[in-house]
C-alpha cells in the first residue's frame, strides 16, 4: 500500500473507484467520498488500519466485499439511507461498537462484522429475512440482537464466539 498517504478527497462527478484501490494504505485516516460516487470495488480500503470515521454518499447501494477488511481504527460508519447490501467479510476485523443498520437494508453476506470485537449490539431491519453464514463469529463483546419479524434463516456459525445475553425475536 501507499505508505505516506493520510487524507483522500474526490472530487464531485466520480462514479465509480475500482478494486483494491487504497488497499494496504496504512497511515490513510480520512477519506470524503463525493455525492456523485454509486460504486465502490471489492478491498478498496482493505487493511487501511487507521480510518477511523467514514460517511457513505447517498447514491451508494451496495458496499463490497472486504471494502473495510481490518480497518481496525474504524469505529464510526454513516451508511446511506439508499444502502441494499453489505457483501462478504465487508467491516471484519473493524473497531465497530455500534452500527445503525439502514431501514432499506435487503441483504447481509457472510462474514460482514466478523471478529468486530468491540460490537456490543446490533438491531437488524425489517428487511433482512436471511443471517448468512458467520455474520457475527467472534464478535465477542456482542451481547443484545434484535431480529427482523420476517426472519427465515440463520446460516452456520452466525453467533459463535459473541457474548450474547439477549435475543429479540
Given at each position: 500500500g501507499c505508505v505516506n498517504l493520510k487524507t483522500v478527497a474526490f472530487s464531485e462527478g466520480l462514479l465509480t473507484i475500482g478494486n483494491s484501490v487504497f488497499e494496504g494504505?496504512?497511515?490513510?485516516?480520512?477519506?470524503?467520498?463525493?455525492?456523485?460516487?454509486v460504486s465502490i470495488g471489492a478491498k478498496t480500503f482493505k487493511n487501511c488500519i487507521s480510518i477511523n470515521n467514514i460517511r457513505?454518499?447517498?447514491?451508494?447501494?451496495?458496499?463490497?466485499?472486504?471494502?473495510?477488511?481490518?480497518?481496525?481504527?474504524?469505529?464510526?460508519?454513516?451508511?446511506?439511507?439508499?444502502?441494499?447490501?453489505?457483501?462478504?467479510?465487508?467491516?471484519?476485523?473493524?473497531?465497530?461498537?455500534?452500527?445503525?443498520?439502514?431501514?432499506?437494508?435487503?441483504?447481509?453476506?457472510?462474514?460482514?462484522?466478523?471478529?468486530c470485537t468491540a460490537l456490543t449490539s446490533i438491531i437488524l431491519p425489517a428487511n433482512i429475512t436471511t443471517i448468512e453464514n458467520g455474520v457475527f463469529v467472534g464478535c465477542s463483546s456482542l451481547a443484545d440482537v434484535v431480529f427482523p419479524d420476517g426472519l427465515k434463516s440463520i446460516?452456520?456459525?452466525?453467533?459463535?464466539?459473541?457474548?450474547?445475553?439477549?435475543?429479540t425475536l
Open positions: 494504505c496504512r497511515s490513510l485516516t480520512n477519506v470524503t467520498f463525493p455525492e456523485t460516487l457513505l454518499p447517498a447514491k451508494l447501494t451496495r458496499i463490497n466485499s472486504e471494502l473495510f477488511y481490518g480497518c481496525a481504527s474504524l469505529t464510526n460508519i454513516t451508511f446511506s439511507e439508499n444502502l441494499l447490501a453489505i457483501g462478504e467479510s465487508a467491516f471484519c476485523e473493524c473497531g465497530l461498537a455500534t452500527v445503525n443498520l439502514p431501514e432499506g437494508l435487503q441483504e447481509l453476506g457472510a462474514s460482514a462484522f466478523a471478529c446460516g452456520a456459525s452466525s453467533f459463535n464466539g459473541t457474548a450474547l445475553k439477549k435475543i
